[in-house]
């Protein structure tokens, strides 16, 4: 059965009632499920989800190893060593990095050894080049150097079968040094979420087209395509297509047997050529429609055909808003990521008062002005420059009118 | 004539002198130079460095167009309209965005209008369909809606001519959304840097390879080349190769002709086995060998045949710190971004004592734990899994003992 947070009231304009962002927030939350894995070359894997924890199979380092440059020994045998009364040993070979001397170190025999290479069999020190005088095939070692001194031992960075990463890490650029060390050249991790982002509007031309007549260039592909690759997920975008009830119900259709979610932007809400509603709940369930948000009130969210859909309002400020309070959170929650924003969070006092209006949260775009913070005189959902304009924006809650000028606001910033 | 800030004294092994960390950073300052534009669609430029500001060739909106839904007609003629002595208008068409009303309004007459739509003609306010009683094709406004309501005005969201983006700018989701409505289909950015990876060792396998005999998988590559792609770069690995002079200069050579930047991982001490300084001084200039900074003494930097080469020390932790401290430095700077770290940092004080030398920076992983931070108890350059362990890093400055228990420092945190 459908949860319907809120519908439109099919009777009359506008929506009925508009449910509660937080009650959204929890729906996503409840409904929309994490992808499974696949797998990826350690080269490609930065940045990624870890599909599951990662527990050593092979020691690292896989062999004791000289930390320093030196000479391999038997490390008893300095005992008592100082500049007066060296330890005297004779060099029988080398030991480097991949290749190891073959032979055994006994009684007064020392091997050259480099920075991770292999300890020859019996050494068990590793004597510092610093505190080693050497003559020809000889050396003498002016400091008792106890053994295990200067050794990496087998295992000493990680031990087999230690939990290396943790389940739902993003994979940060040492990590892949980790696995590599670990013998492992594919990892597996979360997929990206595939996120279609279908585009209506009359209006609209494509993207990055100068306006022709009564026409404009379709903004939010590009900026919702933007959005999508940032939190995660992998968007194709398919329009902008006319507002054609049926034209778009085939889009979705085929949109929603392809994507791990859709994204419907124009449309949304209760005109007469706001087809996105009806099309999702001819195709599965509209659950919410009409949000308590400003400037994202005609928002919708539902599911055709088993995938998560998010109807954005088709003004780009408007799409913006609802992009980042529901959208993004749904391909993040995909794709095994926090849900939480990526934005910095940074806490300022307002240089002048904002006012709001009870019962809705208001998304205000704002602009930080040294230890102060500027709420934007807003012209309307349609004021895209105000985002590029803003540092960032505030969130006034659905129980609060406003800010005093003063008041201490969170700052959630756009750049990351 | 080279600036060798350091070099090694070639008649004992180790290093003479090691530069301050502060005057190899100003020394990249100084030489780095910022790499040219190329032209990208917008679909692919987020993230990517503005290369010229934009100023705006077309106004945004490109018509007067109505900001609610309603009716566009002449706002003096509602002038003292109430709910008692509505004003009374004749509905004689429609506006709806992209299909403009082609008429005119003339007095006593209106245009059904939807948001986002072209005003028609003598037209100069939108009175909101909430303020309107509609009777067939008679409308009754209840309220003076004066000139200029719930209009966006041409070039009311950007003027042409307005400088909408400023050069160097990070590009946002929603600056695309800005430049599509400015009509242009594609923008000049900052050309990523083409960066070499050469990684030198003869214990190397291939990254991902379990340990085999005396030889060990290469860590370093998966790392460097996550690391470049962060700050912006555009990674190519070549090796694991042998410590061979003459392929050593041979790859070097083709590197710098093809490259913005090379990294060299391996081979940058004195010892030997350690080819990259000398290869880098006979194609150029060995400007830095030897930085007073921990673990990361043995790094190198220079020009070969023109091109930004940093000799990186082949332990991972080292390699990190090294990159960290300089490389990538390099590469955000060639790529026209900021030159700081992309680590957020956070202020915290210490858990414990951290014991540093006098004379050399030190880089220190470290645990946040609650509101403490614990450095981590290290066991070398080498323990590699110290980084994934970490939450980040604390430096020790060159003129410190360390710090006490209790201190407050900065920690700059891996997860960004």
Redesign the interface.
Known sequence: MPENLSLPDPRR?GFRARSPVDEVVAWIDRRVETLGPQDL???DA??RVLAAGIRAA?P????DRA?M?GFALRGEETFGADAYTPALFRVIGQS?????FGGNVGPGEAVEI?????LPASADTVVP?EICKVQGDLVRVVEATPPGRHV?RRG???EVGAL??EQRR?L??????????L????VAVIRRPEVTILVT????L??????R???????????????V??DGGLPR?LGPMADDRERLEEALANAAGSADAVLISGGSST?P?DHAPGVVASLGTLDVHGVALRPASPTGLGFARGVPVVLLP???VSC?CAYDLFAGRIIRKLGGRSVDWPY?AIERSLARKLASSLGRLDYVRVRVVGEKVEPMAI??A????S??RADGFVLVPTDLEGYPAGATVTVWL???
Do not use: C, K, W
């Open positions: 304009r070359s350690l080269g930065a940045g092979e690292v380092p896989p062999f930390a440059d480097r990095p991949g290749r190891r480099a920075t991770g290479a292999p080049v990496s000493e960075d990680i290396v990463l993003i940060r650029p040492q990590d892949l040094g980790a696995l590599s060390a013998g492992m050249s594919v509007g009359d209006e609209l494509p993207a990055g087209t100068p306006a007549g009564d026409q404009i260039a379709d903004m939010n592909s590009v900026m919702v395509q933007a959005l690759r940032r975008v005109g050529e088709g003004h780009p913006l910095r012209g309307g349609s004021i895209l420059s985002t590029t756009y750049d990351l």
